[in-house]
């Protein structure tokens, strides 16, 4: 509370000379333009959290396939799916304390230690022997994986408001992208020894262990972060001093009066300020991104899966570096949309708009995905590849637009902690994703011949209804549309 008072007295009053937050609000009021270097770090670390995310999805249907877990072949969905939540199910158990921890202790020590987990937890999740290690690997991974909600609150406070939604755009394009080169990494480089066997002998240890390289490879980028990392300014205010100190400290005696009642003032403005889960623009904004990223995460594993699956179960009949090769085009059409496109569409229409438009256009989309199977050759790669593109940047825009509302709900004081229940609630809908659309897969591919839906057109239909749910949220009288504060 004392620093609450005296973090909210400073941005109002004065700066402090030890305070990093006061260093950087000097350094946004100096700011005449695009802070370009900051936003590059934030590009970094939001990559970092979301290469390890989803890079085993275009490889995971092979990799339970060789732990011999699954009696059947049919039956490779469901524990693919539990592999898949697993990661989730940590960050849900642990994200509120992060942001609790980044709120009271800063927003740097919380990346670095996000980090630093990338590269232990996932360089260890590669050379799993059994379902079991791999599960427990990608636990702990989502347990220490707190950036998302902390880079969040981060990028909202080292810009000037006028560059607010440009940074939280970095952050979910970033997030975006690796949410995408991920399983682009996953699908070129899993299995180096049967692909690259010129390269990469059966005898190394990326023959012993197929699905190692991947993993490495991220986490030496995740090495290269952590590095970077060291230039990173904090951003959150700290005042030891208490108030009549502060008077004493900063020379200006003679307006002690004056001060203490701005002090009581601000005080009294922050006695009633709204609980977190009493703020319902935020808490509805949370509800609608949580849909949003039910229905991403449990379409990310179905795409790997249904492109990698056999064409008589509706598949693409795909390996896994034809999932990467699809999944690095549609990351790069991504980037430039989010960096050219996405920022002055924004302004123009507003967030909430942007979302709502997104998830429209996003549903007549999914529904040509089983058409898209009767396709092949040349033909197929290029529709799949513009579908990839589109369907993409259409999710990223819809996260963005909510970004944005989330962190318009929320004074600085409270964005770790506001954060950190967003990714708390979004992981648990997440985890349900990959668990869902793994089962999902599975019973579909057993109903080919079903005379509604049959096949993979079940599991299209359902990411429409979930993305519907989201769609229908937007409106009054559940999303009540934050004010910037």
């Known amino acids: 509370m004392e620093e609450n008072r005296i973090c909210l007295l400073d941005r109002e009053l004065e700066h402090y000379e030890n305070c990093p937050g006061c260093k950087m609000d000097r350094l946004k009021q100096e700011q005449t333009g695009v802070p370009y270097k900051l936003l590059s770090f934030i590009w970094i670390v939001s990559l970092c959290t979301a290469l390890p995310t989803s890079s085993l999805f275009p490889f995971i249907y092979f990799m339970i396939k060789d732990f011999h877990i699954a009696k059947r072949e049919e039956d490779i969905g469901y524990y693919a799916g539990f592999l898949g939540s697993s990661f989730m199910v940590g960050r849900a158990l642990t994200s509120l304390f992060w942001g609790y921890l980044a709120d009271r202790y800063g927003r740097k020590p919380i990346i670095l230690i996000g980090t630093s987990s990338v590269v232990v937890?996932?360089?260890?999740?590669?050379?799993?022997?059994?379902?079991?290690?791999?599960?427990?690997?990608?636990f702990l991974l989502g347990c220490f994986n707190s950036l998302l909600g902390t880079i969040r609150a981060y990028a909202s406070e080292v810009c000037r408001e006028e560059y607010r939604s440009l940074a939280l755009s970095v952050v979910s394009t970033s997030r975006g992208?690796?949410?995408?080169?991920?399983?682009?990494?996953?699908?070129?480089?899993?299995?180096?020894?049967e692909k690259y066997p010129n390269v990469f002998a059966k005898s190394s240890i990326f023959g012993r262990f197929p699905y190692f390289l991947p993993c490495l490879i991220i986490s030496v980028s995740a090495v290269g972060v952590l590095i970077a990392c060291k230039w990173l300014p904090e951003t959150l205010h700290r005042h030891g001093q208490k108030g009549n100190e502060i008077n004493?400290?900063?020379?200006?005696?003679?307006?002690?009066?004056?001060?203490?009642?701005?002090?009581?003032?601000?005080?009294?403005?922050?006695?009633?300020?709204?609980?977190?889960?009493?703020?319902?623009?935020?808490m509805s904004t949370i509800i609608v991104y949580c849909v949003f990223s039910l229905q991403e995460m449990a379409y990310s594993e179905i795409f790997s899966l249904w492109a990698v699956s056999d064409k008589k179960y509706g598949g693409l009949s795909y390996s896994s570096q034809e999932v990467g090769e699809?999944?690095?085009?549609?990351?790069?059409?991504?980037?430039?949309?989010?960096?050219?496109?996405?920022?002055?569409?924004?302004?123009?229409?507003?967030?909430l708009m942007v979302t709502r438009l997104s998830a429209a256009i996003s549903i007549p989309l999914l529904a040509c995905y089983p058409y898209i199977a009767m396709l092949s050759g040349v033909i197929l790669f290029s529709v799949i590849n513009c579908a990839a593109i589109l369907r993409n940047s259409l999710s990223v825009s819809v996260v963005t637009g909510l970004f944005i509302l989330q962190n318009?709900?929320?004074?600085?004081?409270?964005?770790?902690?506001?954060?950190?229940?967003?990714?708390?609630?979004?992981?648990?809908?997440?985890?349900?994703?990959?668990?869902?659309?793994?089962?999902?897969?599975?019973?579909?591919q057993k109903r080919q011949v079903a005379s509604f839906l049959p096949g993979d057109q079940m599991v299209f239909f359902a990411l429409n209804v979930v993305q519907f749910i989201g769609l229908l949220l937007t409106f009054k009288p559940f999303l009540a549309e934050p004010r910037r504060q």
């Open 326 to 351: 699809v999944l690095a085009i549609s990351g790069f059409g991504l980037l430039l949309f989010q960096l050219l496109l996405y920022p002055p569409v924004e302004r123009i229409l507003g967030p």
């Open 248 to 282: 004493s400290q900063s020379g200006h005696s003679s307006d002690v009066s004056g001060r203490k009642d701005d002090i009581e003032q601000l005080e009294e403005r922050q006695t009633h300020k709204p609980n977190l889960l009493k703020n319902w623009p935020l």
């Open 177 to 193: 992208i690796g949410l995408i080169i991920g399983p682009a990494i996953g699908g070129f480089f899993a299995q180096p020894a």
């Open 408 to 444: 318009n709900a929320v004074p600085q004081s409270q964005r770790g902690a506001a954060n950190g229940i967003s990714v708390t609630a979004m992981s648990i809908f997440k985890a349900f994703g990959p668990a869902g659309g793994g089962a999902l897969f599975s019973w579909a």
């Open 121 to 138: 937890f996932n360089t260890i999740f590669g050379l799993s022997t059994s379902f079991w290690m791999a599960l427990s690997m990608r």
